[in-house]
T-cell receptor, first 113, second 114 residues
Framework: DGGITQSPKYLFRKEGQNVTLSCEQN?????MYWYRQDPGQGLRLIYY???????QKGDIAEGYSVSREKKESFPLTVTSAQKNPTAFYLC????????????FGPGTRLTVT | GDSVTQMEGPVTLSEEAFLTINCTYT??????LFWYVQYPGEGLQLLLK?????DKGSNKGFEATYRKETTSFHLEKGSVQVSDSAVYFC?????????????FGSGTRLQVQP
């Protein structure tokens, strides 16, 4: 089955540690995205990538980094510089043509204490 | 910039009631519009979409019509079920902006009681 996988489902880290969230897709989509969701709020864009080896900052990129070395993979690193890292992180992808609908992974809930 | 405004929740309905969740938008170009649904602890699932004015998106009994004159995309369902309980997000993708990411509303929680 085609889809987007994110791992792990739950992640716990101590303050001051960097942590990397995995996102893999087998939909052959060109574009991939990372969003952050806080309780009772909508999704905010962290980073996006429209093609391999290229990515752009979204609205809340500070304290995060990404890479796009393969079409299928778009890992997100939450660095110690991110002031409020505890959140639900969602990865998405899209074909990049047509109506630009995005398909989402199941999410990773990160808790930093 | 682009923005999406949704009615605040929670919306609480009895089973078989009629549902409307309001959504209005502001965009500089000609957006595509989407409704996504999120069940507890899960990612978002695309519910329906519309790509141009007067288009009606529909899926699983849900409908929404792209109204350019009122910049709205209200979600409706004639008879809700307990299994429809979830958070619903309205979103737009403004093709003219180039980056092709989605702008989301804050979500509306729907609770359907048996």
């Amino acid at each position: 089955d085609g889809g987007i996988t994110q791992s792990p489902k739950y992640l716990f880290r101590k303050e001051g540690q960097n942590v990397t969230l995995s996102c893999e897709q087998n939909l052959n989509h060109d574009a991939m995205y990372w969003y952050r969701q806080d309780p009772g709020q909508g999704l905010r864009l962290i980073y996006y990538s429209q093609i391999v080896n290229d990515f752009q900052k979204g609205d809340i990129a500070e304290g995060y980094s990404v890479s796009r070395e393969k079409k299928e993979s778009f890992p997100l690193t939450v660095t110690s510089a991110q002031k409020n890292p505890t959140a639900f992180y969602l990865c998405a992808s899209s074909a990049g043509t047509g109506a630009y609908e995005q398909y989402f992974g199941p999410g990773t809930r990160l808790t930093v204490t | 910039g682009d923005s999406v405004t949704q009615m605040e929740g929670p919306v609480t309905l009895s089973e078989e009631a009629f549902l409307t969740i309001n959504c209005t938008y502001t965009a500089t170009g000609y957006p595509s519009l989407f409704w996504y649904v999120q069940y507890p602890g899960e990612g978002l699932q695309l519910l329906l979409k519309a790509t141009k004015a007067d288009d009606k998106g529909s899926n699983k009994g849900f409908e929404a019509t792209y109204r350019k004159e009122t910049t709205s995309f209200h979600l409706e369902k004639g008879s809700v079920q307990v299994s429809d309980s979830a958070v619903y997000f309205c979103a737009l993708s403004d093709r003219d902006m180039g980056r092709r990411a989605l702008t989301f509303g804050s979500g509306t929680r729907l609770q359907v009681q048996p």
